[in-house]
């Protein structure tokens, strides 16, 4: 498949710039496709992480489509004149990819994560919003290592070509790269808590906190526990920022 989107490196992960629709299309492509595709929706924790964790670094930069995600990733590609124009969320892109499917029936997802009764309710939710929407299956991310290859078994019964996976990063990730090929899905996603926020479980930050880049203080504000998770953000920004300088030093003749 050609690619046409430019890319740029952030801390070590590459990150594609696509629009909203521009992502939508690659994932509608990557559907039909005979390879099994990851898409990553790459945050800044992710990219912290890839910090440290070999494996991880090397599938976001193997993916077929590695999305910006957070305001985050866009401040750092801006401070370096980079490609990157918009994010793009998990929860921004299920919406269009079941309009998609509703008009034009080809593509049938799976979703995979959340707690017990989530991406049903999630499923249930985007059937009234979009009837005639393929959901041809759901299952909770909460299951025992064992579990997985029944898991496998019923996507592969559900013949989806679009599979949902939202167990946080990084296991939602590892889980497509263990078992993607094995469900026969064109295209997997990691969409962490997506499910939550289509299904109404957790609130999205509202429209004024997201354009001031602050949707992770309301998440904070919100889940109080995310606390410790959210100390990659300052040391993204440290990270970031040496970066920028170094590659604007670079630059210089
Ligand atoms: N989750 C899951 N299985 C697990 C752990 C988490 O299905 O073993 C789900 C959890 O219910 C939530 C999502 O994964 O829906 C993680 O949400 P979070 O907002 O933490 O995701 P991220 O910030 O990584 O996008």
């Known amino acids: 498949m050609i690619r046409t989107e430019?890319?740029?490196?952030?801390?070590g992960c590459r990150v594609d710039a696509v629009s909203r629709a521009e992502a939508v299309d690659r994932i509608v492509a990557l559907a039909q496709g005979e390879t099994p595709s990851?898409?990553?929706?790459?945050?800044?924790?992710?990219?912290?992480?890839?910090?440290?964790?070999?494996?991880?670094?090397?599938?976001?930069?193997?993916?077929?489509?590695?999305?910006?995600?957070t305001i985050g990733l866009l401040l750092a590609s801006r401070a370096r004149r980079g490609p990157l124009r918009e994010r793009v969320t998990?929860?921004?892109?299920?919406?269009?990819?079941?309009?998609?499917s509703a008009a034009h029936g080809d593509l049938r997802f799976f979703f995979f994560g959340g707690a017990p009764g989530v991406a049903e309710r999630a499923a249930i939710?985007?059937?009234?919003?979009?009837?005639?929407?393929?959901?041809?299956?759901?299952?909770?991310?909460?299951?025992a290592p064992g579990q997985s290859p029944t898991i496998v078994a019923s996507i592969v019964a559900s013949k989806?070509?679009?599979?949902?996976?939202?167990?946080?990063?990084?296991?939602?990730?590892?889980?497509?790269?263990?078992?993607?090929?094995?469900?026969?899905?064109?295209?997997?996603?990691?969409?962490?808590?997506?499910?939550?926020?289509?299904?109404?479980?957790?609130?999205?930050?509202?429209r004024v906190w997201r354009r001031a880049g602050l949707e992770w203080l309301y998440r904070l504000i919100r889940q109080p526990s995310r606390w410790r998770r959210q100390?990659?953000?300052?040391?993204?920004?440290?990270?970031?920022?040496?970066?920028?300088?170094?590659?604007?030093?670079?630059?210089?003749?």
């Open 6 to 11: 430019s890319s740029i490196r952030i801390l």
């Open 160 to 206: 989806a070509n679009v599979l949902l996976v939202g167990l946080g990063s990084p296991k939602q990730e590892y889980w497509l790269e263990d078992y993607l090929a094995a469900t026969k899905c064109g295209v997997g996603v990691g969409v962490g808590g997506s499910f939550d926020v289509v299904a109404g479980t957790v609130p999205r930050a509202p």
């Open 38 to 69: 990851l898409v990553v929706t790459l945050g800044v924790e992710m990219t912290m992480f890839a910090q440290r964790d070999t494996r991880f670094r090397n599938l976001v930069n193997g993916a077929a489509l590695s999305i910006c995600d």
């Open 231 to 253: 100390l990659a953000l300052p040391r993204f920004v440290i990270a970031a920022t040496r970066e920028a300088i170094a590659h604007r030093g670079s630059r210089q003749p």
């Open 125 to 143: 939710a985007l059937r009234n919003r979009y009837p005639g929407v393929a959901i041809v299956g759901t299952r909770d991310g909460y299951f």
């Open 90 to 100: 998990g929860v921004d892109l299920i919406d269009p990819l079941a309009e998609r």
